[in-house]
């Protein structure tokens, strides 16, 4: 397929004020980003050499779906502000007088990331910017995990199966009532509030399951609750030179925790509390309240493109 070669301002936009269309966080991305490291990534998406109608850059599709994770928007909702807003439509790559993609091109580039498994190396190249940029401090880490009910398919009752064969249920920790979705646990830089770490599963399964492959290794320390202490896993930070700070709980060998352990556990809580202000910002700032889509693969994708724009959402304040 051919590329649409998208970028080349009109006259009529060489005549418009500068101030039109201005959006602070997109202009200030559009300065930080290294674009062309993650265009090279995306190199090979679409076929230049083939008949037919031309396509879009994959960079151009690629920075329209951050801009779905940015705002929470749906498909259909991105295709209308696409064409609506003209900070949407500088910041992606189009001229004015450029149709934008619609909401099945969006949808088909997607799955075209997550079938050539292009995402977590878009991911890590995000990351690489970052840590040159000196944005991540290497602290610690700090795990956590946080529910997300899915709005793709209704849970299964009777004898009727959920259309959805991924998502499951799980209660919500000191809240009335159940999810039926997805959780995405996370590793968060101490300090600037990157996220260095994702994986999604099944709503079911534990926090502390998949813990071990959110730690990078470069951190000097670990924080997190209860429900990641293991001593297998203390040994193991231990050994590696990372601290361990994860709070204890009180069991039938010890039904209370001595004095020293009660103090630590209020640190370690302090601490580890940060990293509720990057769900809070995932969920109602950025709308990554429900999962739209069907399977695990897809949901995983969404809270990745989420954590990839939460990035450089924190970059940009950080850098103002």
């Known amino acids: ?7 080349q301002f009109s006259f009529v936009e060489a005549l418009l004020p ?44 690629f920075k329209a779906l951050l801009l779905q994770s940015l705002y929470g928007l749906s498909d259909v909702e991105l295709e209308d502000a696409l064409a609506d807003r003209l900070s949407f439509h500088k910041f992606i790559g189009l ?17 075209l990331l997550i079938t050539q498994r292009r995402l977590e190396k878009l991911f890590g190249e995000l990351d690489r910017q970052l840590e040159q940029a000196g944005v991540i401090l290497k602290r610690g880490t700090m795990l956590d995990a946080t529910l997300i009910e899915t709005a793709a398919a209704s849970p299964p009752h009777g004898d009727h199966a959920s ?12 809240k009335a009532g159940s999810v039926f979705g997805y959780k995405a646990h996370v590793g968060v830089d101490e300090g600037s509030g990157i996220i ?15 813990a071990d492959d959110l730690i990078r290794g470069d951190e000097r320390v670990v924080w997190a609750d209860a429900a990641y202490h293991t001593h297998a896993r203390e040994r193991a930070l231990k050994a590696r030179g990372i601290k361990p700070r994860l709070i204890r709980r009180a069991n039938k060998h010890h039904p209370k925790l001595p004095p020293r352990l009660q103090r630590l556990n209020r640190l370690i809580a302090r601490r580890r509390a940060r990293v509720e202000t990057t ?9 990554l309240s429900t999962i739209r889509y069907i399977g695990l693969i897809k949901a995983h994708a969404q809270v990745m493109m989420a954590a990839m724009a939460f990035n450089m959402r924190r970059w940009t304040a950080i850098a103002t």
Do not use: H
């Open 1 to 7: 397929m051919a590329i649409k070669r998208g970028g």
């Open 18 to 61: 500068q101030s039109l269309g201005r959006n602070g966080r997109l202009d200030r991305l559009s300065g930080l980003v290294k674009w062309y490291r993650f265009e090279k990534l995306l190199k090979g998406l679409r076929d230049e050499t083939s008949p037919g109608r031309p396509g879009y850059p994959p960079l151009v599709l």
């Open 95 to 111: 001229s004015l007088e450029e149709a934008v993609p619609d909401s099945t091109t969006l949808c088909r580039f997607r799955n």
């Open 163 to 174: 259309s959805d064969p991924d998502a499951r249920f799980a209660k919500r920790q000191g």
């Open 196 to 210: 260095r770490s994702v994986i999604t599963t099944p709503a079911n399964v534990n926090d502390t399951t998949p």
């Open 279 to 287: 769900f809070a910002t995932l969920k109602r700032r950025m709308g």
